[in-house]
């Protein structure tokens, strides 16, 4: 499973646009790029999946360079709400793959 | 909301003592996952099924936990003489409709006293 890399904590105000970079250097040509959600005691929520270029939905963007190597997920507009922790995986989706979640990104929002 | 159940939500239990978790996916032909987490950690692998058929094993999967999923439809997870370095939460996925994507429960948190 290629290794990921990303902060360990962001914080934001509301209202803005909130970047996660995640460093993935050792990705395989069949992997796909996840991102997943996660609120305190819940089960992580997806959230979005791309391969290359950029992928888009109604809650966030996915921006992946050619090179693959790294990735970056996008919220705009955060709310308080949007206050959690974020995990970069990277896995090939078409091997009953499981997932190394890695420690996170803990994103904080304040008013 | 994904519809994966899990149950209990909470369970405390005493060192040396059983506990089993069950799982209830949307779906019995799906993939079912389970992930153990502890504090400020994330999700870690445990086992997985297709169908009835337990896949692939983490080797922290010791002897004293074991997995089933009868028929493929709902799986439980046991752990015999529980120690106080089980607590976490144990968390249950599936992959859903078409895609691979892994669609988790609320999870069941356990605490080893």
């Known amino acids: 499973l290629a290794k990921t890399t990303q902060p360990i904590s962001m914080d934001s105000y509301e209202g803005q646009e909130v970047n996660i970079t995640c460093s993935h250097n050792?990705?395989?040509?069949?992997?796909?790029i996840t991102w997943y959600q996660q609120f305190p005691s819940q089960g992580p929520r997806f959230i979005i999946q791309?391969?290359?270029t950029k992928v888009t939905n109604e809650v966030a963007s996915l921006f992946i360079p050619a090179d693959r190597k790294s990735s970056t997920l996008s919220l705009p507009r955060v709310s308080l709400s949007d206050t959690a922790v974020y995990y970069c995986?990277?896995?090939?989706?078409?091997?009953?793959?499981?997932?190394?979640f890695g420690k996170g990104t803990s994103l904080l929002v304040t008013p | 909301d994904t519809g994966v159940s899990q149950n209990p939500r909470h369970k405390i239990t005493k060192r040396g003592q059983n506990v089993t978790f069950r799982c209830d996916p949307i779906?019995?032909?799906?993939?079912l996952y389970w992930y153990r987490q502890t504090l400020g950690q994330g999700p870690e692998f445990l086992t997985y099924f297709q169908n009835e058929a337990q896949l692939e094993k983490s080797r922290l999967l010791s002897d004293r936990f074991s997995a089933e999923r009868p028929k493929g439809s709902f799986s439980t997870l046991e752990i015999q003489r529980t120690e106080q370095g089980d607590s976490a939460m144990y968390l249950c996925?599936?992959?859903?409709?078409?895609?691979?994507?892994?669609?988790f429960g609320p999870g069941t948190r356990l605490t080893v006293l």
């Open positions: 996925a599936e992959t859903g409709g078409s895609t691979d994507t892994q669609y």
């Open positions: 779906s019995e032909h799906n993939r």
């Open positions: 791309g391969y290359k």
């Open positions: 050792n990705i395989a040509t069949n992997d796909y």
């Open positions: 995986l990277v896995g090939d989706s078409n091997s009953g793959y499981a997932l190394n």
